[in-house]
């Protein structure tokens, strides 16, 4: 697999990863990539227009497999490293592997609850 061909797969998933969750989870409250958001006095990324919420950027580390098999039809993919399909079987075939590192974030802004009245803190006027 061509360098070109990884970085697009790469991108292709994440991006199919973050619409599928988006739609899944925006009647849980979830908001994924956040598009309208500011900057707090301490630096942290607030979702204006909903209560201020904090973003959180979710780090990804995934190790990637990039396996070409020679077979019949002769395609590559890419596998997450621990959801490997390994085989032992009476196939002939030449496959070359490669490992890679992918590291990204997905900025989400979580769910929030309302904090009970004997956390909140009474401010002496």
């Not at 061909?5 to 973050?18: M, T």
């Not at 739609?23 to 900057?39: A, F, H, M, R, S």
């Not at 032992?88 to 974030?105: A, C, H, P, T």
């Amino acid at each position: 697999m061509q360098l070109k061909d990884f970085v697009k797969n790469a991108i292709s998933s994440i991006s199919l990863a973050i619409i599928e969750s988006k739609d899944e989870l925006k009647d849980k409250g979830v908001i994924v990539n956040p598009e309208k958001t500011e900057i707090g006095k301490s630096g942290e990324r607030l979702l204006r227009n909903d209560g201020w919420r904090y973003i959180q950027n979710l780090e990804f580390d995934i190790l990637i497999s990039v396996e070409d098999k020679s077979l019949n039809e002769g395609n590559a993919g890419l596998k997450v490293a621990g959801i490997l399909n390994i085989g032992i079987g009476g196939n002939d075939e030449v496959s070359n592997q490669n490992q890679n590192r992918l590291k990204f974030s997905i900025p989400v802004a979580f769910p929030t609850t309302e904090t009970p009245n004997e956390y909140t803190s009474k401010k002496s006027t």
